[in-house]
């Protein structure tokens, strides 16, 4: 069974206070790996797609990166607007089925 | 640029009662998706459509039933609703070609059953 945990489940930042969303994962066949973002009262927004380990992707202050058995997202003198659940999706299988990690609650204070 | 818009954003309903939520994407997507969110849990798949005509079972399909009317909609039915379906749910699609597109997904419809 295809498996993803997410860490910290919630995390507090001060601006401009740099940290690292962990996700680590169980999945046959695996493809890639989404990250989402959620923010309140909304559905998840696409950020990224990592494809191989080794391969990073950027935007604004966040970085993506992907080894064989975990995903890092990096956040790099947050704001506050950077507040939102954050959330990883591993995909495998010829069908493309996502099993999502719980998230990781972040708040950035300004 | 509507991209996945689901109706209705809210609803209350009473334990028995029957309803269907409506999901509509205009991106031309061949597949579309029905999750629910609960407090504590991730995302959970309860059916998906790879194309107009075709729908398979996800995680947690007991309970629902899912129509794919054509290829903009797809809508999931809660014929006998129960206390244990109120959740947060979401649709989703993603366009096949090229392979490892994302899947976008609408603002959700909040329904809580009494």
């Known amino acids: 069974e295809d498996q993803v945990t997410q860490s910290p489940e919630a995390l507090r930042l001060q601006e401009g206070e740099s940290s690292s969303l962990n996700c680590s994962y169980t999945v046959s066949g695996l493809r890639g790996l989404f990250w989402y973002r959620q923010d309140p009262g909304k559905g998840p927004e696409f950020l990224f797609t990592?494809?191989?380990a080794g391969e990073e992707k950027e935007k604004e202050r966040l970085k993506a990166t992907l080894t064989k058995k975990e995903s890092f997202l990096h956040i790099t003198a947050p704001k506050p607007e950077d507040s939102a659940t954050y959330l990883c999706?591993?995909?495998?299988?010829?069908?493309?089925?996502?099993?999502f990690g719980k998230g990781t609650l972040l708040t950035v204070n300004p | 640029n509507a991209g996945v818009t689901q109706t209705p954003k809210f609803q209350v309903l009473k334990t028995g009662q029957s309803m269907t939520l409506q999901c509509a994407q205009d991106?031309?997507?061949?597949?579309m998706y029905w999750y629910r969110q609960d407090p504590g849990m991730g995302l959970r798949l309860i059916y998906y459509s790879a194309s107009e005509g075709t729908t398979d079972k996800g995680e947690v399909p007991n309970g629902y039933n899912v129509s794919r009317l054509n290829k903009r909609e797809f809508s999931l039915r809660l014929e006998s609703a129960a206390p244990s379906q109120t959740s947060v749910y979401f649709c989703a699609s993603r366009k096949d070609n090229p392979s490892n597109q994302p899947q976008h997904f609408g603002d959700g419809t909040r329904l809580s059953i009494l």
């Open positions: 990592l494809y191989s």
């Open positions: 991106m031309n997507h061949n597949s």
């Open positions: 999706a591993p995909y495998g299988g010829s069908n493309y089925k996502l099993t």
